[in-house]
């Protein structure tokens, strides 16, 4: 233990935090600015490399998440005595750990619910802030929480298991290598899944810290590995509000949800839980909140959305699509994208130039490896090497740009079919180089006629000499692009064209056995010095210098790449993977873009991007670069460039851009005028808003001054005005200005300097319409104060406190200062029984979004009187939408209302009058008519039966007579006379049948035990052929008044005419040859407020229509029928108080229901008993 006191560096120890076996913390003070810091020490007995390496890799994600608010500050990583020490922040934190406490007694955790949702959120918020940085944790738990309780701060800490990406594949490892406390891990970050681990497995690790917070207790106890294990991957935790019922059950949810098993299930991000915890928390906070945080209405997860592309974890097949379909991915992700500058592409050239040359001495390779190269640098589409022989000039080697095999050892004639003979014989006799931009058009070699047929535009023709001689003649040509071979790229060519000759030379000498051992060594050692000397041009140079291989992922780059980035050379392994950890994620899918293009085309490229410095700031650079080498599959091998720190120049532009937007943005979107002048009162620039104000062009304006436009000071006050800015730096007035159509305008004036300049800014606003509208409200004001309506403005808040109220509001006994102080809440205003149903409303128009409200209700005046008021209201919402304010007036219209109410009843009281007047007249009127029919239909029944029965009663005596003075004698002539005389009985019957149903008859009302009187008329019935009659009669049926002959009659009617039914549906069934059985049902039963007597037969029955119109007079369906049957059974019925219904489906049957009443002592009615057998 280190004691307290001593020093670690520059930092003097003040106390030990916490010990483990590999490393101590201490909480310290920084001696160079007294600033407290807590120190990591690696202990020296733990300070092997790979402890060396975690050290560094949590530094390093510290640095990278030094943006993020909730993670802990690292200020260095320092060496002190063969050991690290890092560095961090103190901002006075204790670990979460030590505050989780749990007190059974009340039930109750360390954490009030407003503590814990602020803990939390800023969890959440943190563990947002590290995904977004694609770092995973991987070690979530209360003792890696920092909570200061006096400023609510938290930070998280410990990141030595973290990674820098956003998935990984954990294989099963031993119990004690697993990464992370086995209490905390999520179920795949146990290796035994199967499963990729990504940013969830933290967000199942802080559902385990926050259950513990709720609850004082782990979800899974106990210290067996296996059985911790066994558990986070197949058991559920009880609930948290299970284990402590104050726990809301939608924050138990949450944790719930956090804790599932499966990635999938859980919440995708932590800005989803974030989501879910401020909505939790605003519910909380608003009047009416609590309705919507149950569970029914709180959607967990509504804002949860995945900001990673996944694939799902549970693949069947097509293994080798995945694999291929993932590596795609990672290749995309981590490929290298710097660039590099033209003459460092002419290093590299000379290094592989250099490598080439001492590596190659047969003469084919060297021309096939040089030519490649030539054309490379020189940006050219073909190249030829000629050679001389003694005198004789020939073509030994030909190459082009478009991937064609190098031809070498042709010991070819040149002729106009490969090269212009005009410029080659220039070159050979003045041994000058010939660089041609335009070779068509250059007039010294404009009539060579390979330049006119081939097109050619650029053409390099360059001599080499070597030992004093002209040795070789270097021909290169592009017939696409004019001028592409520059002045300043003769000196690489002739570098390495004279390279060329050399080992040409050499290599001639050693086919021919003409080199000694000697000359080729000390042609290597001049290679060997070159290449040296090249090398420390590179270590010189400021710029970073860079090599990536593609194959081995390895690469090589100069001190000034360590430098620009603030390394130590060596400190980090030059690597592509090293490299894409610095550059900024935001701009790798640009340098990917311009990479891949330029490589795909094998032209350089160049490109803009950021990369991360030591100490975590991010710095820009201009990088370059080109492919150096590629493969037989056409692939890059090989890839140099460099880079260079342009981020001066890029904050420059920045500021600059800032700068210009700011005032493009001021200028042409500002309402208000805007003007640069000079001290002489010049206008220097104008925009298009005081254009509008004034009427006059800017072309206009900038030919005036201000004095031009001021009407209400002088000149000498316009330049006191400008003098006082000067001096003090801003002014601000109001004057008047002369429009060009010569009215005016008033205008508020902000004057202030311009840089400290000799110019002047200008603002001017027009008030010409606010100084009229000022006027106009002041009169509204004075006319709303002397009306009955009251201004009214409180805020949208339990209780409605006011914020304004017009002075009018003393008419309800109230004053200004009582409601706007709080002393009486617009609230409490309400009347009792109005406040129950009105709140509610409020509260709904306000969730809806309604943007007005109206409603009548009642107010108490402080004097206890109710008042009537319409309320019209306009609501104010912020920018989410959420109600703000009320904002409108209240009418009395207590006086309306009490006159609306005096109408109302009125109105009800005539509307009743009415109503019971249309249904006497109604009544009287149906009476009259229905009487006025019958008197016309009994008038006509007295004529017509006057008039029949007479001659009726002739025909019946001459019938008569006849039957008599026959007898048996023909019996033809007597079966007519019996035809006559039953027709003459049925015109008897019809006449008497009207005369009873118009006249109608006195009625003989007998009360009586109904079933015997039913058994007695069913006897009569009992014996029809072929028909089944039943019946059905209730227990003690009450006695009935009723006239027994009148009702025989209609029993019989009834009977009759489901006898005739049945016969006619027997004769029916005949025909068809189908089974019928004939029945007729009778049955008498209690009904409401007296008896039902029902005859049911399964006749055939009638439509609706018939059944509806069969008792109405003169309607029938037989043949021989008078219609006039069951007209007169109804009237009968309705003459003792009872009604007649008839329910029929045709060929299924009919029923007849008669309802008769029970009248308790009738006047004129007599009793009479009978028992069966018995006649009345």
């Not at 931009?437 to 070597?466: M, T, W």
């Not at 005016?744 to 840089?755: N, Q």
């Not at 406040?835 to 402080?862: C, I, N, S």
């Amino acid at each position: 233990m280190r004691p307290l006191g001593k020093a670690i560096g520059n930092c003097r120890i003040l106390k030990q935090i916490y010990e483990s076996p590999s490393s101590a913390v201490y909480r310290a003070v920084r001696q160079s600015d007294r600033k407290p810091v807590v120190l990591k020490v690696l202990k020296q007995n733990h300070s092997a490399r790979s402890e060396w390496n975690r050290y560094k890799h949590e530094y390093e994600i510290l640095c990278k998440l030094r943006d993020v608010k909730n993670v802990i500050r690292a200020y260095s990583l320092d060496a002190h005595q063969k050991t690290l020490v890092m560095v961090l922040e103190d901002f006075g934190g204790e670990s979460l750990k030590s505050s989780i406490t749990f007190r059974p007694a009340t039930g109750k955790g360390l954490l009030p619910l407003e503590d814990f949702l602020d803990l939390a959120l800023e969890l959440a918020r943190g563990l947002a802030g590290i995904h977004d940085a694609n770092v995973i944790h991987k070690n979530v738990n209360p003792g890696n929480v920092l909570l200061n309780r006096a400023t609510r701060q938290v930070k998280l800490i410990d990141f030595g298991f973290s990674s820098i990406l956003v998935r990984e594949y954990p294989s099963p490892r031993p119990l004690e290598t697993l990464e992370g406390s086995l209490h905390y891990i999520a179920p795949e970050q146990t290796g035994r899944m199967n499963r990729e681990v990504d940013y969830r497995a933290d967000l199942y690790s802080l559902g385990v810290t926050l259950y513990e917070v709720l609850t004082g207790r782990l979800p899974f106890e106990g210290d067996d590995p296996l059985t911790l294990i066994h558990s986070h991957m197949a058991k559920l935790p009880l609930p948290p509000k299970d284990s402590n019922p104050n726990v809301p059950p939608m924050i138990s949810n949450m944790v719930m949800r956090l804790l599932a098993k499966n990635a999938e299930d859980r919440y995708q991000s932590a800005s989803g839980l974030t989501a879910d915890l401020e909505r939790f928390r605003k519910g909380l906070s608003e009047p009416g909140g609590d309705e919507d945080l149950s569970a029914d209405r709180f959607e967990l997860g509504r804002d949860d959305f995945c900001g990673h592309f996944h694939l799902p974890q549970r693949l069947y097949g097509r293994d080798a699509e995945i694999s291929e379909l993932l590596s795609s991915f990672d290749r995309a992700a981590a490929g290298s994208q710097e660039v590099i500058a033209q003459d460092l592409l002419d290093t590299a050239s000379l290094l592989k130039a250099n490598q080439i040359l001492s590596q190659t001495v047969n003469t084919s390779d060297l021309l096939k490896e040089m030519i490649k190269i030539l054309i490379e640098s020189a940006g050219a589409e073909e190249a030829l090497v000629l050679c001389r022989d003694e005198k004789t000039w020939f073509i030994e080697a030909r190459g082009n740009a478009g991937g064609q095999p190098v031809q070498t050892g042709m010991h070819l004639p040149p002729s106009a079919d490969h090269l212009s003979m005009s410029i080659l014989h220039y070159v050979i006799n003045s041994e000058e180089v010939v660089v041609l931009a335009n070779a068509r058009g250059d007039p010294q070699f404009r009539g060579d006629p390979y330049l006119r047929e081939k097109s050619i535009k650029s053409v390099l023709c360059l001599p080499v000499r070597h030992e004093g001689e002209l040795t070789l003649v270097l021909y290169l040509e592009n017939n696409l692009t004019a001028g592409a071979f520059t002045e300043g790229r003769l000196g690489l060519l002739q570098l390495l064209s004279g390279q060329m000759a050399i080992s040409l030379k050499n290599a001639s000498m050693v086919d021919a056995l003409k080199s000694t051992i000697a000359e080729r060594k000390r042609t290597e050692e001049v290679l060997r010095e070159g290449e040296e000397r090249l090398r420390i041009v590179l270590d010189a140079t400021s710029d970073g210098i860079w090599e990536w291989n593609f194959v081995t992922r390895s690469g090589y780059v100069n001190p000034g790449y360590y430098a620009i980035l603030g390394y130590e050379p060596g400190e980090f392994s030059p690597n592509l993977d090293n490299w894409r950890v610095r550059a900024h994620p935001e701009d790798l899918q640009l340098i990917e873009k311009v990479v891949r293009e330029a490589l795909g085309e094998r032209s350089p490229f160049s490109v803009e991007f950021r990369l991360r410095r030591k100490d975590g700031r991010w710095i820009w650079v201009h990088g370059r670069g080109k492919g150096a080498e590629w493969d037989a599959d056409g692939n890059v091998v090989r890839v140099v460039g460099s880079v260079s720190d342009i981020s001066a120049r890029k904050e420059a532009e920045e500021a600059l851009r800032e700068s210009a937007e700011q005032y493009r943005i001021m200028t042409s979107t500002s309402m208000d005028g805007f003007m640069i002048v000079d001290r002489d009162a010049r206008i220097l620039d104008a925009n298009e808003a005081y254009c509008r104000i004034v009427g006059y062009s800017r072309d206009d304006l900038l030919r005036m001054t201000v004095h031009d436009l001021e009407t209400m000071e002088s000149s000498q006050e316009t330049l006191g005005h400008i003098q006082r800015v000067i001096e003090s730096g801003s002014d601000r007035f109001e004057s008047r200005h002369r429009k060009k159509d010569g009215s005016m305008v008033d205008v508020e004036i902000s004057l202030m300097s311009y840089r400290r300049s000799s110019r002047l800014l200008c603002y001017l606003r027009d008030v010409t319409e606010l100084k009229r509208a000022d006027e106009e409200l002041r009169k509204a004001i004075m006319v709303l104060e002397n009306s009955p309506a009251v201004l009214f403005r409180w805020r949208a808040e339990r209780g409605f406190p006011v914020e304004f109220v017009s002075k009018n509001v003393t008419q309800f006994g109230y004053t200004v200062e009582e409601l706007q102080s709080g002393k009486v809440s617009f609230l409490s205003m309400i009347h009792p029984e109005d406040r129950k149903w009105l709140g509610p409303e409020v509260r709904e128009a306000d969730k809806r979004g309604d943007l007005h409200f109206q409603k009548v209700y009642r107010l108490v005046t402080k004097e206890g009187k109710s008042r009537w008021v319409d309320d019209r209201t306009m609501i104010e919402r912020d920018a989410n939408g959420r109600a703000t304010h009320h904002q409108g007036i209240l009418l009395d219209i207590t006086e309306r209302k009490s006159a609306e109410e005096e109408l109302a009843r009125h109105r009800d009281h005539l509307e009743e009058l009415v109503r019971d007047r249309s249904r006497e007249l109604e009544a009287a009127q149906e009476q009259l008519v229905k009487r006025e029919k019958l008197s016309v239909l009994g008038q006509l029944t007295a004529i017509v039966s006057h008039e029949l029965r007479n001659p009726l009663g002739v025909i019946r005596s001459s019938t008569f007579y006849l039957q008599e003075k026959i007898k048996d004698r023909d019996q033809k002539i007597r079966k007519h006379l019996d035809r006559i005389e039953t027709q003459v009985d049925l015109c008897d019957k019809i006449v008497g049948e009207l005369l009873e149903y118009t006249r109608g008859s006195s009625s003989e009302m007998m009360k009586g035990e109904i079933t015997h009187w039913l058994e007695r008329q069913l006897e009569n019935f009992q014996g029809t052929e072929g028909i089944r009659v039943t019946s059905l009669f209730s227990d003690n049926l009450p006695k009935v008044s009723f006239d027994e002959g009148k009702m025989t009659r209609v029993l019989n009617n009834i009977l009759e005419n489901a006898v005739h039914a049945v016969n006619e549906m027997t004769r029916i069934a005949e025909e068809e040859k189908r089974d019928y059985e004939p029945r007729i049902r009778v049955e008498a039963c209690r009904a409401e407020g007296g008896i039902v007597i029902r005859v049911e037969d399964n006749g055939t029955g009638m439509d609706g229509e018939t059944a509806r119109r069969a008792s109405e007079p003169l309607f029938t369906t037989k043949a021989r029928g008078t219609g006039l049957g069951l007209a007169i059974v109804k009237k009968i019925v309705e003459e003792h108080g009872g009604t007649l219904n008839l329910e029929s489906e045709l060929r299924r049957g009919t029923k007849v229901n008669l309802w008769l009443p029970v009248h308790e002592g009738l006047p004129g009615t007599r009793e009479q008993r009978w028992r069966k057998g018995e006649e009345p």
